[in-house]
């Protein structure tokens, strides 16, 4: 593969794409960008009375801490700027300095194989059911020990679905040369073989 070589990896929340971005990454020893992330950390900062677009324009890399962002009410945040045109143009030129890095970079998101990486040499789009999607977060949720029950996570999960696939700005969507690979069944095992040899097939 070429010093450039980009995979791109969209789909919606808990369908996998993380776990699956993260080990593609260190399968073909590519950086690794959780783009999501970035409007996590924004999201944050709105939720505690900052103004959005000051915050994309002025990010930093302590505030895109995994741990402290990975909450119902973030995820929630996140969605709602990721929706603010400001916003995702401040975070654009991070994310393509990113993705064309020496060495290769896998990115995943929402909108990386449509918008940030249209060009990227591999694409893919992640995906399951809403129902299965919401007992996995349910169930990291649960074992951080927050009260959000599996109803209200369903919700949560389609609302944010709605939201990301309606939204004017880079809509939730996969790519027309994506490999869409559906998750609901699959081990991680099998999802991560199923992605990595589908960007074998771009070599």
């Known amino acids: 593969m070429s010093a450039a070589f980009t995979v791109a990896i969209d789909g919606p929340a808990a369908a996998g794409k993380g776990t699956i971005s993260k080990a593609v990454a260190a399968h073909f020893g590519f950086a690794h960008l959780d783009t999501g992330l970035l409007y996590r950390a924004v999201g944050a900062q709105v939720l505690l009375g900052r103004d959005a677009v000051e915050v994309a ?113 880079a809509p939730m969507r996969a790519a027309q040369d994506a490999v869409v690979i559906d998750t609901s069944g699959m081990s991680i095992d099998a999802a991560v073989a199923a992605s990595i040899q589908a960007i074998l097939s771009k070599r």
């Open 57 to 169: 324009h002025t990010l930093r890399a302590e505030d895109i801490d995994a741990d402290v962002l990975r909450t119902s009410a973030v995820a929630q945040a996140a969605s709602k700027v990721a929706v603010i045109p400001q916003v995702r143009a401040a975070l654009v030129d991070f994310q393509r300095s990113f993705a064309a890095r020496a060495g290769g970079a896998v990115l995943d998101g929402r909108d990386i194989g449509t918008v940030i990486c249209p060009e990227a040499a591999a694409k893919l789009f992640v995906t399951a059911t809403a129902e299965v999607r919401a007992a996995r977060r349910y169930a990291e949720l649960a074992a951080k020990g927050a009260a959000d029950s599996l109803d209200q996570v369903l919700a949560d999960v389609r609302a944010r679905d709605a939201r990301d696939a309606d939204r004017v700005e």
